[in-house]
């Protein structure tokens, strides 16, 4: 029993290897479109990889752009294929190729599919690889005349500014550490001395922000100092004062950018996916076609197409059996001449004749 | 003596039409860039008409916009022309539109060449526009509750965080206005009260800048207040210190930005206004001296000018003049009737 068995005429066989010819040409273009997805993640994941930890995220652009490239390549291949396929001539230089291509691009598509999961499943580790990357970088903030960390100051600035975010969960943070230089503080001053002996580390902590924390949309200038001391300023409640400084985290920020982006190119893997698919059934189809016009001699015959020539259980029967044809027989040491005495029972013929004769003979 | 002649036999004919058919295709494409050209310019002058008070000028967009759409009209048409001509029923109905097609041709291009004067002349009226639209974008600065000016103060913060600059000629235009609102000044405190009354125009001047003035790439965290006093700060110059605050003005930060858009524009035009009138009338003349027209094949002749350069100007003169003395009335004079004897 054939799973998904269809009758094609010639004129038919002609027309499905035309539209799968051109539909392989789109699939060369989302083939080229999946690869620039995935440069594009990997340069925009590259550009902010200051701010986060060292956590191996790069698989998925990488992956991305592995399965761009192959999908070109299986996709012009079969592009080729379909158009040698209208002339039965043509088509016997690539009967035996056809099946093993077929096979391939059926687990390439799972290649693919896998490729759109782990899109919507590096959510999680980015998460953490920016809450990691951002502390650090909060940390390093002052330490611009170390080499490695000297343009670090800079990142973050202009991370606050573009994203509209201040600190890791928000603007609190940075009163827990010291964000100013031990270079541009005043050591002789009495203050500045009791600040940094006013807590164990002996760091310059006070309850104020760097100028990128500042919210454009504030109708006031922005207050960047002793943020927490009401009577400090006039006319000014820090409780309820939320136009001053960005209230959003940049954790939160970075996150929701790189989430939407990933959500963008996941929903396209999986769109290229069931295209996919659909051309594989398509070329499925037209090799086993063909395939029968051969065996019946005439090519201008109505043939059978279908997925699969058997049934699924019968087709996974036959797979076992070829893999184990392929393992050595112990009993004999590998020895095919020897005589092996058969279990089954032995059809010999009139002995297994059915009841009717027995009918007759009563 | 015609001006230019060349010589066409068939294949040379066919292949100045096809030659011209992708040449007026390009053209459509190239009208098609001037045309979004000047819907972003448009939309760029839009964004920032708060820092220019509101009374740029759009003639120049406009103008782009009118441009790219005439040139896509004209240059497709000019395609269909070529693509007919090698069809000699359809060049016969052709031939009456071609003269017209040719002086709307000569037209366009003259507009263009005004266009491309305008854009490098209109520069300067944006760079008076933007300085007096700045002045008074930091003096309102402060107004974030009058009605019609609430966003100058995130206007002008994102001009200077986006362009990098900082007060309208540098960042000392700050220390002349008071750009903090009374809303939240404390009155009653002394300090404040001084400083009020130690100018004549009663304002709260100070030597400080606003926070979009800093400078993210500086060593150290912004210095925005007592900017000129070195002794406020630790190991302070403010002398030699240039990382610390923009120190560029936005005036002509934001008016290198225009001029480079119009600069570009401009090019773009004067590449756009090519040759493809000589082409065509190459063509035509060929097609119409064939000497034998049932003959494709036959060998013909193609110019510029009938006669030479020349003769054609003392032609044109006297056709303007007749032009004109047929307006006027013929003073005495013998009627032509009248023989003499």
Same mark, same amino acid.
């Given at each position: !029993?054939?799973?998904?068995k269809?009758?094609?005429?010639? +004129? ?15 699939s ?44 070109c ?38 290649c ?25 970088? !909060? ?37 827990q550490?010291?964000?100013i ?17 006013s ?6 902590? !006070? ?13 006031r ?18 409780? +309820? ?29 999986l ?26 001699g ?7 197409g ?11 029967r ?15 040491n ?23 004769e ?5 | 003596?015609?001006f230019? @002649? ?9 292949? &100045?039409? %096809?030659g ?6 390009? *053209? ?21 008409? =708060? ?5 740029e ?8 916009i ?9 240059? *497709?048409?000019?395609?269909? &022309? ?10 016969? /109905? ?8 040719? &002086? ?16 490098? &002349? ?9 300085? =007096? ?5 930091i $003096? ?12 100058? /103060? $995130? ?16 960042? $000392? ?24 009354? @130690?100018?004549? =125009? ?36 403010? $002398?030699? =210190? ?9 005036? %002509? ?19 756009t206004? *090519? ?10 003349? *060929? ?7 049932e ?47």
């Amino acid at each position: !029993m054939a799973v998904l068995k269809v009758k094609f005429t010639k +004129t038919r066989r002609d027309k499905l290897a035309q539209i799968l010819w051109i539909l392989n040409w789109i699939s060369v273009v989302t083939g080229v479109i999946l690869f620039s997805l995935g440069l594009f993640l990997k340069v925009e994941l590259k550009k902010r990889e200051e701010l986060m930890a060292e956590k191996d995220i790069q698989y998925v652009p990488n992956m991305l752009i592995a399965v761009g490239l192959i999908a070109c390549a299986i996709n012009f291949l079969g592009g080729k294929i379909c158009y040698d396929c209208v002339d039965s001539t043509k088509f016997l230089r690539w009967k035996l190729i056809m099946l093993p291509y077929i096979v391939c691009t059926f687990f390439f598509t799972l290649c693919v599919l896998v490729g759109a999961l782990m899109c919507y499943s590096m959510h999680w580790e980015l998460e953490e690889a920016l809450d990691l990357g951002l502390m650090q970088a !909060m940390r390093f903030y002052k330490d611009t005349d170390m080499p490695g960390r000297c343009f670090l100051k800079h990142t973050v600035d202009t991370l606050q500014i573009q994203f509209q975010c201040c600190g890791n969960s928000g603007y609190k943070d940075w009163f827990q550490i010291q964000w100013i230089s031990n270079r541009y503080l005043d050591m002789s001053k009495k203050e500045v001395v009791d600040r940094l002996r006013s807590n164990v580390e002996g760091k310059y902590l !006070m309850d104020g922000v760097p100028f990128s924390c500042c919210n454009i949309n504030s109708p006031r200038p922005c207050i960047q100092q002793q943020i927490t001391n009401n009577s400090a300023h006039f006319n000014y409640e820090h409780q +309820t004062e939320d136009q001053n400084l960005w209230m959003k985290g940049c954790r939160q920020a970075l996150l929701e950018y790189y989430t939407h982006i990933m959500q963008s190119i996941g929903l396209t893997v999986l769109i290229t996916w069931l295209f996919e698919l659909s051309v594989l059934t398509g070329v499925r189809y037209l090799q086993t076609s063909l395939e029968n016009v051969l065996r019946q001699g005439d090519p201008d015959s109505e043939s059978d197409g279908w997925l699969l020539e058997n049934s699924l259980m019968e087709t996974a029967r036959i797979i076992k059996s070829l893999g184990k044809s392929n393992q050595i027989n112990t009993a004999n040491n590998g020895d095919p001449n020897i005589d092996v005495p058969s279990t089954s029972k032995a059809h010999y013929g009139p002995d297994n004749v059915p009841p009717k004769e027995k009918m007759e003979t009563s | 003596m015609p001006f230019l @002649s060349l010589k066409f036999n068939l294949q040379k004919r066919v292949k &100045l039409a %096809q030659g011209l058919w992708m040449l007026y295709w390009l *053209a459509v494409i190239v009208g098609i860039i001037l045309f979004s050209l000047g819907i972003f310019f448009k939309i760029e002058l839009r964004k920032r008409s =708060e820092i220019m008070d509101n009374n740029e000028s759009h003639l120049v967009p406009n103008l782009l916009i009118l441009v790219g759409m005439l040139s896509c009209g004209l240059n *497709a048409f000019g395609g269909k &022309l070529c693509h007919d001509s090698l069809d000699p029923q359809k060049f016969s /109905k052709m031939k009456p539109m071609l003269r017209p097609y040719m &002086l709307l041709c000569c037209g366009f291009n003259a507009l263009l060449l005004l266009l491309v004067l305008l854009c490098f &002349l209109m520069q300067f009226a944006v760079y008076l526009t933007l300085a =007096e639209g700045l002045k008074n974008a930091i $003096r309102f600065y402060k107004d974030t509750d009058t009605p019609g000016r609430c966003f100058m /103060k $995130r206007t002008l913060d994102m001009t200077q965080i986006e362009f990098r600059c900082c007060g309208n000629n540098n960042f $000392r235009d700050w220390f002349e206005v008071q750009w903090i609102s009374n809303r939240y000044l404390d009155m009653s405190n002394d300090v404040v009260k001084d400083r009020v009354l @130690s100018n004549v =125009e009663g304002k709260y001047l100070m030597d400080s800048v606003p926070f979009s003035c800093c400078n993210p790439g500086s060593p150290r965290p912004c210095i925005q207040h007592h900017l000129t006093n070195n002794s406020a700060h630790y190991d302070y110059d403010h $002398r030699t =210190e240039e990382l610390n605050i923009w120190n560029r003005g936005c005036r %002509q930060a934001v008016f290198s930005y225009y001029s480079g858009i119009m600069n570009s524009i401009g090019a773009l035009l004067i590449f756009t206004m *090519a040759g493809d009138v000589a082409g065509l009338k190459y063509l035509s003349t *060929a097609l119409e001296t064939m000497a034998d027209p049932e003959n494709p094949e036959c060998e013909s002749e193609g110019w510029l000018l009938e006669k030479g350069f020349k003769e054609t100007l003392a032609d044109l003169l006297s056709k303007v003049k007749t032009f004109g003395r047929a307006n006027q009335v013929e003073e005495g004079g013998t009627s032509p009737n009248v023989t003499a004897t």
